[in-house]
């Protein structure tokens, strides 16, 4: 009888050694004619055990990690292609306290599949969501994505049903789909995860995106520095062409649907919708004024749905289970779940999907064990450098959108950075401010020039310079930079 074990493919988990765990196992295997079959998927996203090897047992995936290409012979000498107690050993991963936990609904399959293997993506519930909208049509999926609450996941939190309502609306004789995966913040990778991960996910919501609307013609827009998730996007795209899920009569509808995976170079304003559309156009990625939205004079000036990579990821859960058991996680205006991503001084990083409503507290402290160095909090940064730092007295926060803004923060892309007291925090309101300068397009003046300034006077600041005058010029220049750039 063979044995599968799985061995992620994900670039963290290569990042530390993955690849080398893969070839010893198959090496060691082959040497002692054992029947086992490797498999490599993503990441489970407990980022702090990779590389991660699980081998399945009647028990389920018994997992052993942090190994090494060092550790799989002894590994294989002990019993763990029989699932044997070992001191590597973290026992059924999906009862593993980090992940019974969570509750994945955009990262149900993340992990568990073969990136690649579109009849196993279909096989844990994949494409029951695109079917559903195919039967019930564009309307029906519309209100479907009304219903649920839904909030664009790229951090400004708007109803992605209005959106698509008014795309559906929108009279033209060519509509597209745009997806904006050019996840720029600091601390984030979700991204990426799922491209890597379970890239059928995202192809599903873009053609139930198309269906919706009437659109015809999807983008994804990734960034230059994710060649792995290019590579396996690309990959899954052909796959999708080859099984008719892709291009005329999508699964045998009357709906056509093409895909296109566009990669730029990187640049952080891309991850501003009208940004992306003026570099997919082939200009220099530059923020347009609104009006008009791009929902109605987007690409190439036709009507446009323009998502952030999660939004559309999550669509065909909610298509799939139905409007209502979406609306029933989360809490407020805040429905659902979101995928945070833990990140910087903290014991235990990677991914965490849950549904809105959970401290910020039990976040970092519940999930994250607090810091790495063991040392008190200092500050998390959410949302990114352009979000917030919030203080460790403000941990109790809920992380929703409101509650959120209540606080002068943001929930953003899910992005959680973690610093303990060692931290210098004039550092990092240097780096927030020097980020904006390296990233910004150039086009608003209170941007351009104000960034370059803020570093100049931050820089005052932190040598003594005039301090009580700077803090006030300081104050002063956020406020201009903020209300008065596009």
């Not at 198959?26 to 702090?48: H, I, Q, Y």
């Not at 294989?76 to 593993?96: N, Q, R, Y």
């Not at 899910?414 to 309101?429: H, I, L, P, R, S």
């Amino acid at each position: 009888m063979t044995t599968t074990v799985y061995v992620p493919g994900d670039s963290a988990a290569r990042s530390v050694g993955a690849d080398e765990v893969a070839a010893e196992l198959a090496r060691v295997v082959t040497e002692r004619g054992l029947d086992v079959r490797v498999v490599r998927n993503g990441s489970r996203g407990m980022l702090w055990l990779e590389p991660l090897l699980e081998v399945v047992t009647d028990r389920g995936r018994i997992g052993y990690g942090p190994v090494s290409a060092a550790d799989v012979e002894g590994l294989v000498d002990g019993g763990a292609l029989s699932g044997a107690d070992l001191p590597a050993s973290i026992g059924v991963v999906d009862e593993h306290e980090w992940l019974a936990r969570q509750q994945r609904v955009t990262f149900a399959r993340v992990g568990r599949i073969d990136p690649l293997d579109l009849p196993g993506h279909s096989g844990r519930g994949g494409l029951a969501g695109l079917r559903r909208a195919l039967e019930i049509g564009p309307e029906a999926i519309v209100q479907e994505v009304l219903d649920s609450g839904l909030r664009g996941r790229g951090g400004a939190g708007f109803p992605a049903g209005i959106k698509w309502r008014t795309v559906a609306q929108a009279q033209a004789d060519q509509k597209y789909v745009a997806c904006n995966a050019d996840e720029g913040d600091s601390g984030t990778f979700v991204d990426r995860m799922l491209m890597e991960g379970d890239p059928f996910t995202l192809i599903e919501g873009m053609l139930i995106a198309g269906v919706a609307t009437g659109a015809t013609h999807g983008f994804i827009y990734s960034r230059s520095e994710y060649p792995d998730a290019n590579r396996v996007l690309g990959a899954a795209i052909e796959a999708a062409y080859a099984a008719g899920m892709l291009g005329r009569d999508v699964l045998g509808s009357r709906h056509s649907f093409d895909l296109t995976l566009r990669v730029g170079a990187g640049a952080y304003i891309c991850g501003e919708e009208t940004a992306m559309l003026e570099s997919l156009e082939g200009r220099r990625g530059m923020v347009r004024p609104k009006p008009p939205i791009p929902a109605l004079e987007g690409l190439f000036g036709k009507p446009t749905l323009v998502n952030n990579l999660l939004t559309l990821a999550t669509v065909p859960g909610i298509l799939s289970q139905g409007s209502e058991a979406y609306v029933a996680l989360g809490s407020e205006r805040s429905r659902g779940t979101q995928v945070f991503q833990l990140a910087g001084n903290v014991a235990r990083g990677g991914i965490v999907e849950v549904p809105f409503g959970i401290s910020l507290r039990e976040l970092v402290e519940g999930f994250g064990g607090g810091t790495r160095t063991g040392r008190p909090v200092r500050a998390v940064q959410v949302g990114g450098p352009l979000g917030a730092y919030i203080p460790a007295s403000g941990l109790d926060v809920p992380l929703e959108y409101e509650a959120m803004a209540a606080v002068g923060g943001m929930v953003g892309h899910g992005g959680v950075v973690v610093f303990d007291d060692t931290v210098d925090m004039a550092e990092q309101a240097r780096f927030a401010m020097e980020f904006c300068a390296k990233e910004s397009c150039g086009k608003c003046t209170p941007c351009r020039v104000g960034a370059v300034r803020g570093v100049e006077v931050i820089d005052k600041i932190r040598t003594g310079v005039d301090r009580a005058d700077n803090l006030v010029l300081l104050e002063d220049l956020c406020d201009l930079m903020t209300d008065g750039s596009l």
